[in-house]
């Protein structure tokens, strides 16, 4: 080896980019892989669901899951590589389109209830890690019923695709994890007259129906000390988000993706729950629906 290549590599270490990978920059298919399967959760919507609210063993992807509210009446779709069903036919492009803006090939939109204007903030790296991720499942042939909305639909912007912070900068990642990928807000946020709370980020109150009668209202995730998670320790937290238990010992209820959830690394959970501590505290107590009482003591 000369002189100069060696110098050229201690320039290179010093530069940062002989670093080992970060999870933004490893093997496309496999990041897309963690992030579906991991904080993006997407079979917690895309899955096709039996009666007991069970995943179908292999039918992950394959759509089918009926959601319900007054502002829409959906079907998640299939997202396998089926042709006929799914989106076999579709272009890497008009994937990513209809991930970060909502929109169909067919000029659809697509949401809400996708959590479109979270993905909407996604980075080219991530968008394209999950689409090639999809590619690479089983096609399932799987119709799915038409969805229906009941308000006016708005397509998101042309997404900026802006690169996740490095995971370094724990706060700045978190806020990523949470904002552009895992749409904890979009659940954890009380509706306003006009869509979403954001004076409310996070303060929960939003009523979700996972099916007829079984009403549930997500809780205050904001540090308020009294109403929120400000006196849980990061351990109480971590347990909540991968386990599904709360610090009193209760059970969290569906739809919160705790399931996912539990596939994240420490670096992504860690980085999450320090970002949670520094968004505002927002006093909103949260009474659970008779529903979850009966059901998630
Ligand atoms: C909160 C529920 C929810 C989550 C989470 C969700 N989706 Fe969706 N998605 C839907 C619904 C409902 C539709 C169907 C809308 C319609 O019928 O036009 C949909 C449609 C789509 C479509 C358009 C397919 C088609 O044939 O119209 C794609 C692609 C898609 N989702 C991908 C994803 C990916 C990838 C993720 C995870 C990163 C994800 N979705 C997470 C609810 C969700
Ligand atoms: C699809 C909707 C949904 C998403 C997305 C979601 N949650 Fe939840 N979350 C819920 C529901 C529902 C509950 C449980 C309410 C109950 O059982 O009282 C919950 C409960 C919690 C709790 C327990 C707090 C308490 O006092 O009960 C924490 C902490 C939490 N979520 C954090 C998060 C974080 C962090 C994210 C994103 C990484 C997230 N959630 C994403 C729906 C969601």
Same mark, same amino acid.
């Given at each position: 080896?000369?002189?100069?290549?060696?110098?050229?590599?201690?320039?290179?270490?010093?530069?940062?980019?002989?670093?080992?990978?970060?999870?933004?920059?490893?093997?496309?298919?496999?990041?897309?892989?963690?992030?579906?399967?991991?904080?993006?959760?997407?079979?917690?919507?895309?899955?096709?669901?039996?009666?007991?609210?069970?995943?179908?063993?292999?039918?992950?992807?394959?759509?089918?899951?009926?959601?319900?509210?007054?502002?829409?009446?959906?079907?998640?779709? /299939?997202? %396998?590589?089926?042709? @006929?069903? *799914? &989106? =076999?036919? +579709?272009? $890497? !492009?008009?994937?990513?389109?209809? #991930?970060?803006?909502?929109?169909?090939?067919?000029?659809?939109?697509?949401?809400?209830?996708?959590?479109?204007?979270?993905?909407?903030?996604?980075?080219?790296?991530?968008?394209?890690?999950?689409?090639?991720?999809?590619?690479?499942?089983?096609?399932?042939?799987?119709?799915?019923?038409?969805?229906?909305?009941?308000?006016?639909?708005?397509?998101?912007?042309?997404?900026?695709?802006?690169?996740?912070?490095?995971?370094?900068?724990?706060?700045?990642?978190?806020?990523?994890?949470?904002?552009?990928?895992?749409?904890?807000?979009?659940?954890?946020?009380?509706?306003?007259?006009?869509?979403?709370?954001?004076?409310?980020?996070?303060?929960?109150?939003?009523?979700?129906?996972?099916?007829?009668?079984?009403?549930?209202?997500?809780? /205050?995730? %904001?540090?308020?000390? @009294?109403? *929120? &998670? =400000?006196? +849980?320790? $990061? !351990?109480?937290?971590?347990?909540? #988000?991968?386990?599904?238990?709360?610090?009193?010992?209760?059970?969290?209820?569906?739809?919160?993706?705790?399931?996912?959830?539990?596939?994240?690394?420490?670096?992504?959970?860690?980085?999450?729950?320090?970002?949670?501590?520094?968004?505002?505290?927002?006093?909103?107590?949260?009474?659970?629906?008779?529903?979850?009482?009966?059901?998630?003591?």
């Amino acid at each position: 080896m000369s002189v100069y290549s060696v110098s050229a590599i201690a320039v290179a270490i010093s530069a940062g980019l002989f670093l080992p990978a970060t999870a933004e920059d490893s093997d496309p298919v496999s990041r897309g892989a963690y992030l579906v399967n991991g904080p993006a959760a997407c079979s917690n919507c895309h899955g096709t669901r039996n009666e007991k609210f069970e995943i179908v063993e292999g039918m992950e992807f394959a759509g089918g899951f009926h959601i319900v509210d007054p502002a829409f009446d959906v079907y998640a779709s /299939n997202i %396998t590589p089926d042709t @006929e069903t *799914g &989106i =076999g036919g +579709w272009s $890497d !492009e008009e994937v990513v389109k209809a #991930i970060r803006e909502g929109v169909s090939p067919d000029g659809e939109i697509i949401f809400p209830p996708m959590p479109v204007p979270t993905y909407n903030n996604m980075s080219d790296a991530d968008v394209t890690a999950i689409v090639a991720y999809l590619r690479t499942i089983p096609a399932v042939k799987h119709a799915v019923e038409e969805s229906h909305w009941n308000i006016p639909q708005q397509a998101m912007p042309p997404a900026a695709g802006t690169p996740a912070p490095p995971a370094s900068d724990q706060i700045a990642y978190g806020g990523y994890i949470v904002n552009a990928v895992a749409h904890c807000f979009e659940c954890h946020t009380p509706m306003g007259p006009a869509g979403p709370d954001m004076s409310k980020l996070g303060a929960g109150g939003m009523q979700i129906t996972l099916a007829p009668g079984m009403e549930i209202v997500t809780s /205050n995730i %904001t540090p308020d000390p @009294e109403t *929120g &998670i =400000g006196n +849980w320790t $990061d !351990e109480q937290i971590a347990e909540a #988000i991968t386990g599904g238990v709360k610090a009193d010992g209760g059970l969290i209820s569906p739809p919160m993706p705790y399931p996912w959830f539990a596939n994240m690394t420490q670096e992504d959970l860690d980085a999450v729950i320090a970002y949670l501590r520094t968004i505002p505290p927002v006093s909103n107590k949260v009474a659970r629906t008779e529903f979850q009482q009966k059901n998630f003591p």
